[in-house]
């Protein structure tokens, strides 16, 4: 596709449960980020890839969250046991590089509520 | 830490009434910093990049422009269609490729 796509756009879960929220980048896009975005806030830095590695994982707030990139494209971001806490739209977005000047483009997020 | 600040919170205009936003930002050097449009229900729209002071950008009506501690986007004679949330992130100098983003000015334009 043209653009970045995730899926679902929205999911429903109940406290406890297991998610996964998926992420197509670009096609040829190295670098994959992802965000966390609550009402009213900008979005917060999750976890990045460049190629298939997690290069920096430092904003994953617990170890609830993993997140892989097995083939260097589609991405999976996964949540252990959910919290209602965990509510929130999650934002992935794809570049072309790292470097500053490499425009990151988004993607439509995933609405996660957690009941 | 890196900080941004963005104000106003909210914004209305009436259409054709030119304004400004705001983004302050404390970061340990600047590698670049952002503007983004968010649409409701979407992802953020990249607008411009800003490496230095003294740099300014022009989209149709919009005027990005930078100083060592903060950003403005100039928005001349709005029309209804720019009604979005703006949003600001920076990114740090060094090895880290982490931006960090304000929570926005969520402006309306009124026909």
């Known amino acids: 596709g043209a653009g970045v796509s995730q899926t679902p756009s929205n999911k429903v879960t109940e406290k406890g449960k297991y998610v996964e929220l998926r992420c197509d980048p670009i096609?040829?896009?190295?670098?994959l980020y992802w965000y966390r975005q609550s009402l009213g806030q900008g979005p917060e830095f999750l976890i990045y890839f460049q190629g298939t590695g997690a290069a920096d994982d430092s904003g994953l707030p617990n170890d609830r969250f993993f997140a892989v990139r097995p083939e260097g494209s589609v991405s999976t971001l996964k949540i252990q046991r959910t919290e209602r806490g965990d509510s929130a739209v999650y934002l992935c977005?794809?570049?072309?590089?790292?470097?500053?000047?490499?425009?990151?483009?988004f993607g439509p997020g995933t609405r996660l509520t957690v009941l | 830490e890196d900080q941004v600040t963005q104000s106003p919170e909210a914004l209305r205009l009436q259409e054709g009434e030119s304004s400004s936003l705001n983004c302050s930002y404390t970061?340990?050097?600047?590698?670049?910093l952002f503007w983004y449009r968010q649409d409701p229900g979407k992802g953020p729209e990249f607008l411009f990049t800003l490496y230095s002071a003294g740099e300014e950008k022009e989209k149709e009506r919009l005027k990005a422009t930078l100083t060592k501690k903060e950003s403005f986007l100039h928005i001349t004679a709005p029309k209804p269609e720019d009604s979005a949330t703006y949003l600001c992130a920076v990114r740090p100098s060094g090895g880290s490729y982490i931006p960090t983003f304000g929570r926005g000015t969520s402006l309306i334009v009124h026909p």
């Open positions: 970061v340990s050097g600047l590698r670049g």
């Open positions: 977005a794809s570049s072309s590089g790292l470097a500053e000047y490499n425009e990151q483009f």
């Open positions: 096609s040829g896009h190295t670098a």
